[in-house]
């Protein structure tokens, strides 16, 4: 009688737990908001982590891809006051040039990481968090270049309606 007692305990537990996790999974799947960590992710059942590393790197991804475009419009400002001064980089072409090496950087690495050691599920995991903190660290490496000062402190989630992360040129 106690063991069945605990295994019912121990199931509505699991089942909570789960329900838990995936409610706070990817921000309420608010497409809205991307939460900068893949740590919601980790108490999911198999396809459920998939699921929610997958939603997590469609979001970095149109974060990412925010700040690009955000940088092109403020490094377009950039080299019109510049103009006159000289012949300035064109820093639209090389701000390209550089996302795709990054792009290509970024799906070599994930790759590695999804072949290396034992090959199994998990290396498929990591390699989606291998993608998410790699694109998280390019994000602020854009940012930090666009604004040579630290304005837009970034907390736990990112407003992904915003479009201006580039502050206009000076």
């Known amino acids: 009688m106690t063991i ?20 706070q999974y990817a921000g309420d799947k608010d497409p809205g908001h991307l939460v900068l960590s893949t740590a919601m ?11 929610c590393l997958d939603d997590q790197n469609k979001k970095v ?21 510049l103009a006159h001064g000289g012949e ?15 792009k290509q950087y970024r799906s070599e ?3 590695l990481v999804n072949v290396s050691g034992l090959v199994g599920s998990i290396n498929k995991f990591m390699a ?15 940012l930090g270049t666009c604004i040579s000062r630290p304005i837009i402190e970034l907390g736990d989630t990112v407003d992904l ?10």
């Open 128 to 142: 989606a968090r291998t993608y998410f903190d790699l694109t998280i660290d390019r994000a602020r490496l854009l």
């Open 161 to 170: 309606t915003r479009v201006d992360w580039c502050p206009p040129a000076l």
């Open 61 to 81: 991804d149109r974060w990412l891809n925010a700040i690009v475009e955000s940088y092109a419009r403020w490094a377009t400002e950039a080299m019109a006051d």
């Open 109 to 111: 690495a994930a790759e």
């Open 41 to 51: 992710c980790d108490y999911l059942d198999t396809m459920s982590i998939a699921n």
């Open 88 to 102: 300035p980089v064109d820093q639209v072409a090389q701000l390209r040039a550089a996302e795709a090496a990054f």
């Open 4 to 23: 069945n007692l605990l295994k019912i305990v121990f199931v509505a537990a699991v089942l909570t737990w789960s329900s838990a996790s995936y409610a």
